[in-house]
């Protein structure tokens, strides 16, 4: 049992591990692209593949962490990818062998499914995030009970061996939801912008890199109006204040599928792929009109925001690199005609 234990308990740290690997900025289970889900889906039942494999067997039931897998899942991932996920994992449960408790499992995993996203949002609403966890594996652990006396027709027996599992989990979840929190505060600090909060140079760097055979795509490139002028006039903290003012903006319309960056300075850069040129216009415009609402007040002097914009759209055989040269190309002819305005290859 122990040897299956550790076993467990190395699936899960590996779990964790390719999951910070797929998206290394960020566990923010609202913001995930399709493309994220579908990969923390596959991984998510391939662990639990595994913890099945190579669990504790006691009679008919098998004894496993997959309620650690669960609980982390949910908590960190949501419902879109462990739901699928947790389904997946019961019915590869046949693939070991097709017998009554295969669909006792099956019909455990439904419920599971069915309560757990229901659960997960109650107690985010109610308490701290370990309180969390053990939440979601307590129960977890308590619905698996009945099964596992009925599968074993025994009762102290699968009792004892949850109760063990439980206290196991306990202690897991306390030292891994640390290390996720510090794995994300590391991640998140070498690919977030500190005063913006927004995505830093180095992912955009990276996803120019990664996107670099794509097509169809748009760069734009952003600096504020003035900005040395305000740094200079009125010092750092002021400039600070507008550009966090600014970060504030560009979050609030940022999604999944429009990402904004911080690449130096006062400049900031939109990536665009695969979206008419219409949706980025009015993008574009509805992000420029609630920038120049920012008022930040000096000694009773009110100091407003205007931006300069360069957009270019990717041409045929032309690399994104070189998008992104036209785009800041772009940029400089609007600074240079009279600023607070768009340039572009339309």
């Known amino acids: 049992m122990i040897v299956e234990m550790v076993a467990n308990i190395g699936i899960i740290i590996l779990n964790i591990y390719v999951i910070f690997k797929i998206n290394p900025s960020s566990l923010n289970k609202e913001k995930f692209t399709k493309k994220q889900i579908i990969y923390y889906i596959f991984f998510e039942t391939l662990a639990g593949f595994w913890l099945m494999t190579n669990a504790t067997t006691i009679g008919n039931t098998r004894f496993d962490l997959r309620l650690v897998l669960f609980s982390l899942g949910y908590k960190y991932l949501g419902w879109k990818v462990m739901s699928p996920a947790v389904l997946f994992i019961a019915i590869s449960r046949f693939m070991l062998d097709s017998s009554v408790a295969s669909w006792i499992n099956l019909l455990l995993a439904v419920i599971l499914l069915v309560t757990l996203p229901i659960l997960t949002t109650y107690l985010e609403k109610k308490v701290s995030p370990n309180k969390q966890l053990y939440g979601l594996v307590t129960y977890i652990a308590l619905i698996t009970s009945p099964f596992a006396i009925y599968s074993t027709g025994k009762v102290w027996e699968p009792q004892g061996i949850l109760f063990l599992l439980l206290l196991v989990s306990y202690l897991i979840i306390y030292l891994l939801n640390h290390v996720i929190l510090e794995l994300q505060t590391i991640f998140v600090g070498a690919t977030t912008d500190d005063l913006t909060q927004l995505h830093n ?8 890199n990664k996107q670099s055979g794509d097509k169809n795509a748009t760069v734009v490139m952003i600096d504020i109006d003035h900005f040395k002028y305000y740094n200079d006039q009125y010092g750092h903290s002021v400039g600070d204040q507008i550009l966090q003012e600014v970060g504030f903006v560009f979050h609030r319309y940022s999604t999944k599928n429009t990402r904004i960056y911080r690449i130096g300075g006062d400049e900031f850069a939109i990536l665009f792929f695969n979206q008419s ?9 509805v992000v420029q009109k609630a920038i120049s609402k920012i008022e930040v007040s000096i000694g009773g002097e009110i100091l407003t925001v205007q931006l300069s914009i360069g957009q270019a759209l990717q041409q045929n055989e032309e ?13 400089y002819q609007a600074k240079n005609n009279g600023r607070n305005q768009l340039q572009s290859d339309r």
């Open 201 to 208: 140079v180095r992912m955009f760097r990276e996803r120019i």
């Open 319 to 331: 690399s994104l690199t070189q998008t992104l040269q036209r785009a800041d190309n772009y940029l």
């Open 277 to 285: 040129p219409e949706s980025i216009q009015a993008f574009i415009s």
